[in-house]
């Protein structure tokens, strides 16, 4: 019976690809990407021939009743994305809720996600905590960030470099500016850095230096 996979890529260590998800992806029949350019370059780098095929937030729900069918057909298919866990803030969803509508096999395998690792390096409790991901940008964004004033528990946010700034700002006026976070950047990149102090420290501190790279931001829940 056919199976989607979904295999887990570096976030930016190509030497953090598993054995076993080198292997998935040499046997399927078709690899769904986010970005078939990207992906390029770590498939030829363990020497996977797989046939590729786009697979973006911009044509998932195009594509999906094809993929649907070729699974039907018998094709075993693999989803990856440009870094991470397919479906962690990335493309992966829209087909895995489809397949188990259609009582299609799905396997996950374990592997790089960001925020894990950002999370347990941060120094604040991760024995419960939030995943908020990327906060809206424009519509509902302040009524999200309002809905996190009493939260309790950890709370894990990704973010682009080009409104850092902005969203620690944003979080010390709703948290407060003594709250205590952790700006994870270029995890398990050659720059790997990571930056701890309260979210007015951290907003000051990258305003002035500026900052590249991707970035995980883990911030203190609510003290009682």
Do not use: W
Request: charged share 25%; glycine share 8%; with cysteine.
């Amino acid at each position: 019976m056919a199976k989607l996979y979904l295999v887990p890529t570096p976030v930016g260590n190509l030497a953090d690809m598993t054995y076993r998800a080198v292997s998935v992806l040499q046997s399927v029949d078709l690899i769904l990407a986010e970005d078939t350019r990207t992906s390029k370059t770590l498939l030829q780098h363990y020497q996977i021939n797989t046939p590729m095929q786009s697979n973006h937030k911009y044509n998932e729900h195009q594509k999906l009743g094809q993929i649907i069918d070729r699974l039907h057909a018998g094709e075993n298919i693999a989803v990856i994305t440009d870094a991470g866990t397919p479906g962690i803030s990335d493309p992966g969803f829209l087909v895995v809720r489809e397949c188990v509508k259609e009582g299609i096999e799905v396997e996950t395998l374990p592997g790089a996600t960001a925020f894990v690792p950002a999370l347990v390096n941060s120094g604040l409790p991760c024995d419960r905590f939030v995943f908020e991901g990327f906060l809206p940008q424009k519509k509902g964004r302040q009524t999200k960030l309002n809905s996190l004033a009493d939260c309790k528990y950890t709370m894990v946010f990704y973010e682009s470099p080009f409104r850092l700034v902005k969203t620690l700002e944003q979080l010390a006026e709703v948290l407060g500016a003594e709250r205590r976070a952790v700006v994870c950047r270029e995890i398990t990149k050659l720059h790997e850095e990571t930056q701890r102090g309260t979210l007015a420290e951290l907003s000051h501190h990258y305003a002035e230096k500026g900052v590249k790279g991707e970035i995980v931001i883990i911030v203190a829940g609510l003290e009682e």
